[in-house]
Each structure stands twice: as structure tokens, then as C-alpha cells.
């Protein structure tokens, strides 16, 4: 040891540059090492193994602000407003508007379903509308002897082209949603309720809706359908 003291009698070192000498024995042989061997010997932290904090690390580390990873309040976390991707059904409550909804006809499993505000309803029996498939065969060729129907998805199996080949949509109540599909091989006569226009039609004109097309109607007011696709 240098200058024959013993290791009590030496005095500490306030800084160190990693050139320093430590002594150690291995396999009863005395060696000498420094700090820089040392530190190169631990190395940097990795995801599987302990270490020291890289400078990368460290710029990481304090590039993260305080509180980043704190649990937002619960009134943020509570608010739909802030929620990201998709909620399923069942969590569904009051206060949700259905027009707002996507893929609004396949809402068949919602539980709490009459919670929902504008909800499509039955202009006659004022029952909430149900989200199920329902066929039916055109007929007439004016408005008022096309076929009347009402619901989200109405598809159209028989249609006869210039003899039975009308529907007419016969809910206009704002923001009622249906989905027609013309399931047959000749073009759909598609009618709105007496007084609406579809689009930029004139007055109780039809849309023409090509064989095995499907289209979407919603209503927007009180004297307007518009196609949504």
C-alpha cells in the first residue's frame, strides 16, 4: 500500500476522475484495477439487466414532466367526452344521443337501449324502433301506392321494374335513421313521407337506388331525408 499506511490512516478523496487504483484479490493473487474498469465492468441498464442510468437514459427521464403518470381526476375519466376507441354496449346510459351512435343498426344487444335520447320511434304505435332486418316487396309506381315501410334495415327482395317498384319511407320523424338495401336485379324506387324531399329531388320524388345497392337515409327536418353513404 502507499506510503505504508494503513487503510484507516488515509485520507478520503473529494473528487474522482476514474484513473484511481483500487486493489483486489482474486484467487488468492493480488490485482489492481480502476474505477473506469469497474464502472465499464457494471454497464448500462438494460430491460433484462441492472446497471447504470445511460446519459440517453437520463435525458428521457427528465424530459417526462411531473405528474405525467399520475391517474387523470375522476370527473375527466368519467366524462364520454374524453374517452378514446370503442365502449362496448352495455355501458351505454342516459344522456347519449342515438343519432351520434355508429353503426346504429347493429345496436340489437343494447340493454339500457330506451335510456338513449332521439331514439328511432314508430310514428303510429310510438314504440321504440327494434334494429332487425326486414323483407319486403316493392309495389305501385307512384308515392302513393309504393310499399310503406319503416325501420333501420328494410330490404327489398321483389321489385318489378315500371309495374312494382316503389318503397316509401314512411317515418319523418328528425334524426330517424333507416338502411335500404334493393336486393333484387332492377333499379328501387325509394319515396320519402307525403311533402319531403331526398337529397336535392323535388317535392315526393323518388331516389333511385341501383340493383343490389344499399343505401342510408336520415331524417334531418321536417321537410328533408338526406343519404348519409
Known amino acids: 500500500m502507499a506510503e505504508g499506511k494503513k487503510l484507516g490512516d488515509l485520507t478520503q478523496i ?8 483500487l486493489y483486489l484479490v482474486k484467487a488468492g493473487i493480488d490485482y489492481k ?27 428521457t ?26 365502449l362496448p354496449v352495455s ?9 351520434t351512435l355508429q353503426n346504429r343498426p347493429d345496436l340489437a ?6 335510456n338513449l335520447s332521439n331514439r328511432p320511434i314508430d310514428a303510429t304505435s310510438g ?8 323483407n319486403v316487396a316493392a309495389s305501385g309506381q307512384t308515392q302513393s301506392d309504393a310499399t310503406p315501410v319503416a325501420g333501420f334495415f328494410i330490404q327489398v327482395t321483389g321489385v318489378t321494374a315500371n309495374s312494382a317498384d316503389g318503397v316509401r ?11 335500404i338495401r334493393n336486393a333484387s336485379s332492377v333499379a328501387l324506387k ?9 337529397n336535392s329531388q323535388a317535392v315526393n320524388a323518388p331516389l333511385s337506388v341501383p340493383a343490389n345497392t344499399t343505401v342510408e337515409l336520415i331524417v334531418v327536418s321536417a321537410a328533408q331525408i338526406m343519404t348519409t353513404s
Open 169 to 179: 319511407l314512411s317515418i319523418a320523424t328528425v334524426n330517424n335513421y333507416t338502411k
Open 127 to 134: 314504440a321504440v324502433l327494434v334494429p332487425t332486418r326486414i
Open 14 to 21: 473529494s473528487t474522482l476522475v476514474g484513473t484511481e487504483i
Open 109 to 114: 344487444a343494447l340493454g339500457n337501449y330506451t
Open 190 to 198: 325509394v319515396y320519402p313521407p307525403v311533402g319531403m324531399t331526398i
Open 61 to 86: 427521464l427528465n424530459g417526462i414532466a411531473n405528474g405525467a403518470t399520475a391517474n387523470a381526476s375522476d370527473d375527466y375519466l368519467l366524462n364520454l367526452a374524453n374517452a378514446t376507441g370503442s
Open 33 to 59: 484495477i480502476t474505477l473506469n474498469q469497474i464502472k465499464g465492468f457494471i454497464g448500462n441498464a438494460t430491460n433484462v439487466a441492472a446497471g447504470l442510468m445511460s446519459a440517453t437514459d437520463k435525458v
Open 91 to 99: 355501458q351505454l346510459s342516459g344522456g347519449i344521443d342515438y343519432t
